[in-house]
T-cell receptor, first 109, second 115 residues
Framework: GQNIDQPTEMTATEGAIVQINCTYQ??????LFWYQQHAGEAPTFLSYNVLDGLEEKGRFSSFLSRSKGYSYLLLKELQMKDSASYLCAVLDSNYQLIWGAGTKLIIKP | TAGITQAPTSQILAAGRSMTLRCTQDMRHNAMYWYRQDLGLGLRLIHYSNTAGTTGKGEVPDGYSVSRANTDDFPLTLASAVPSQTSVYFCASSPASGRGYNEQFFGPGTRLTVL
């Protein structure tokens, strides 16, 4: 079956750095997405990786290793507004998105 | 620009009743999707449409139906609601399907409670 694993919850301190991991086992691979979802709101797109390596976008970076079935989202200089759930999703061989359950990130002052 | 809208925002529905959740996008996107999101589970695809006039079943289609008469609208119908359909429903759209970089844009969601 298809499976995406992420930690359920993480806690970090304002101003610090946090890494949210995602491992996947899917039927085929056509890219990996990270979305941010604030409580009670819709998910919004953060990043897309299809090749191995690091993609940097401001305070957020996303890394992919296809051989290991592994990705991480790195958040730097954490701000209180970064408190949200972070969803990892993989585009499978049928170009359908398979979603992880999300990681709830709690930022403490 | 409105983007993608959903109605209603929330609803309480008696078991056995039918209901249609509305979704409209003004981005002229070809592909549209319906997901449900339950606590502790990832978003699960109910139905999708790659282009107007076509629909397909996702991971959890039972008890739901959809239609795609035009590009903008993609309603989701529950024919006879059951308590297990209590969830938050998100509609999404993307410019196209069947390709890699295909960001999905989400509506604000409909919170449905079936009693």
């Amino acid at each position: 079956g298809q499976n995406i694993d992420q930690p359920t919850e993480m806690t970090a301190t304002e101003g610090a750095i946090v890494q949210i991991n995602c491992t996947y086992q899917t039927s085929g691979f056509n890219g990996l997405f990270w979305y941010q979802q604030h409580a009670g709101e819709a998910p919004t797109f953060l990043s897309y990786n299809v090749l191995d390596g690091l993609e940097e976008k401001g305070r957020f970076s996303s890394f992919l290793s296809r051989s290991k079935g592994y990705s991480y989202l790195l958040l730097k200089e954490l701000q209180m507004k970064d408190s949200a759930s972070y969803l990892c999703a993989v585009l499978d061989s049928n170009y359908q998105l398979i979603w992880g359950a999300g990681t709830k990130l709690i930022i403490k002052p | 620009t409105a983007g993608i809208t959903q109605a209603p925002t929330s609803q309480i529905l008696a078991a056995g009743r039918s209901m249609t959740l509305r979704c409209t996008q003004d981005m002229r996107h070809n592909a549209m999707y319906w997901y449900r999101q339950d606590l502790g589970l990832g978003l699960r695809l109910i139905h999708y449409s790659n282009t107007a006039g076509t629909t397909g079943k996702g991971e959890v289609p039972d008890g739901y139906s959809v239609s795609r008469a035009n590009t903008d609208d993609f309603p989701l119908t529950l024919a006879s609601a059951v308590p297990s359909q209590t969830s938050v429903y998100f509609c999404a759209s993307s410019p196209a399907s069947g390709r890699g970089y295909n960001e999905q844009f989400f509506g604000p969601g409909t919170r449905l409670t079936v009693l």
